[in-house]
């Protein structure tokens, strides 16, 4: 299982909201700002991936479709490579973009069902592990440092009510070796509108650790449990493309005769190399009672808490035909049940990083432990608050959702109405 998604501590915890305004004021790069949309429909493509050619740099559109690119002035000659799943991939000269408004769209491609029934294996399962078998061969085999771009968001129902962020260096390691990842804190930040948790604090434990554990290239025991394949069903779901390149559509799910709460799913698998290039998957949490375990640390005496959903994203990206993690979220779902209250509160909490920059580790080594994120990190308690609005400068982010955005401002607005009142006091 994955131990280190067992991550909901939920307790009574008061707090003083901090939270300042975000302004850039680096000038050694030129932002831009846009939207990814299905060419013939105007739907937003949501975590849609953009790209600096000939250059590591990359951001990922938001659940409306929306990005914001920094890019440094030595690279604005280059085009824009811009990819979605089951869309042909575009390319968009930099110096055609404006700062702002900008809007690129995507062509739906279409996968003959020809070119299935020709190159399809004849076995599922045998793909799957082919995949891992041969990992070495088809993902990095160097030592890596990797600038990531980490946010934590928790929503009761529909109103976001706490925002984490971070950027963190990751020392990944080459995906041939069993030598585990690394992360390093460089900056955090967080707001939190405790009034509307109702007294109740959800703390993601593991942090960033919860994303990059998703890399199931890197990872595989946390979803298929020491590379045994024997509790899951394979099968052929469709086809679609990545990147112009046909991918096979797998989905997996446990074998009804296995009783522990697993994983279903689907992977997608480059047809010509026969890499994972992403993976969509979701535990089981038809047992309540053991899924609650499997989350809840503490919590309140009166108090019942379950998750009601569990789901998992990682895409990889393409640098010289080699494959890296590129991305990846985690999407959790909560009822809050108080003994004494008529109605039960739902939680929603997404983390989420984008690899955004990355250099070769030529030393390949690991920072110190007592430099390191421990596996156990609560980023919320980590982060120091919106206090350093110039940090953010030159890095990659992903853009906030208009939804945050509001919800930053109507507390920014808040805190300038009491700060005048208190100020006004004799």
């Known amino acids: 299982m994955m131990k280190l998604l067992k991550i909901v501590n939920i307790g009574f915890l008061w707090c003083p909201l901090l939270l300042f305004a975000l302004q850039n004021t680096t000038s050694n790069y030129k932002q831009f700002e846009g939207e990814v949309i299905d060419t013939d429909t105007g739907k937003p493509l949501i975590f849609a991936t953009l790209t600096v050619e000939n250059s590591n740099i990359s951001t990922i559109t938001n659940t409306e479709g929306d990005f914001i690119l920094k890019?440094?002035?030595e690279l604005l000659e280059n085009n824009l490579v811009v990819s979605f799943l089951g869309y042909t991939t575009k390319r968009v000269a930099l110096n055609d973009l404006t700062t702002i408004k900008n809007r690129i769209t995507l062509k739906a491609s279409i996968v003959e069902l020809t070119e299935v029934d020709v190159n399809a294996p004849k076995n599922a399962r045998v793909l799957v592990e082919r995949v891992f078998f041969n990992k070495g061969d088809n993902y990095f085999n160097s030592p890596t440092v990797m600038t990531a771009f980490y946010r934590e968001t928790i929503k009761k129902r529909r109103k976001n009510v706490s925002l984490s962020e971070a950027v963190v260096n990751v020392y990944k390691t080459p995906y041939y070796s069993n030598r585990r990842d690394a992360l390093q804190l460089y900056k955090a930040r967080k707001s939190t509108d405790y009034d509307k948790l109702d007294t109740i604090a959800l703390k993601l434990q593991g942090g960033p650790y919860n994303t990059l554990y998703t890399d199931l290239v890197k990872y595989p025991d946390i979803v298929f449990i020491d590379q045994n394949f024997d509790d899951y069903n394979f099968r052929f779901d469709r086809s679609t493309t990545v990147n112009n390149n046909l991918v096979y559509v797998i989905a997996?799910?446990?074998?009804?005769?296995?009783?522990e709460p697993l994983y279903k799913g689907e992977l997608f698998i480059n047809v010509e190399n026969q890499t994972l290039t992403s993976a969509v998957y979701e535990l089981n949490i038809t047992d309540r009672e053991m899924a609650a375990r499997l989350f809840v640390r503490r919590k309140p005496a009166k108090v019942d808490v379950w998750p009601t959903k569990v789901a998992y994203r990682v895409d990889y990206r393409n640098k010289n035909g080699k494959w890296y993690y590129g991305y990846s979220n985690v999407y959790l779902e909560f009822k809050v049940d108080w003994a004494d209250k008529l109605f039960n509160s739902v939680y929603s909490m997404t983390a989420e990083m984008a690899?955004?920059?990355?250099?070769?580790?030529?030393?390949?080594?690991?920072?110190?432990?007592?430099?390191?994120?421990?596996?156990?990190?609560?980023?919320?308690?980590?982060?120091?608050?919106?206090?350093?609005?110039?940090?953010?400068?030159?890095?990659?982010?992903?853009?906030?959702?208009?939804?945050?955005?509001?919800?930053?401002?109507?507390?920014?607005?808040q805190l300038r109405r009491a700060e005048r009142k208190s100020a006004a006091k004799p």
């Open 355 to 413: 690899i955004t920059d990355w250099n070769p580790n030529t030393t390949n080594e690991l920072p110190k432990n007592k430099e390191r994120i421990r596996t156990s990190i609560i980023l919320a308690d980590e982060a120091s608050g919106f206090s350093d609005p110039e940090f953010w400068g030159e890095y990659n982010i992903i853009e906030p959702e208009k939804s945050i955005e509001s919800a930053i401002k109507k507390i920014q607005r």
């Open 252 to 259: 997996f799910e446990q074998k009804e005769s296995i009783s």
């Open 71 to 73: 890019v440094p002035q």
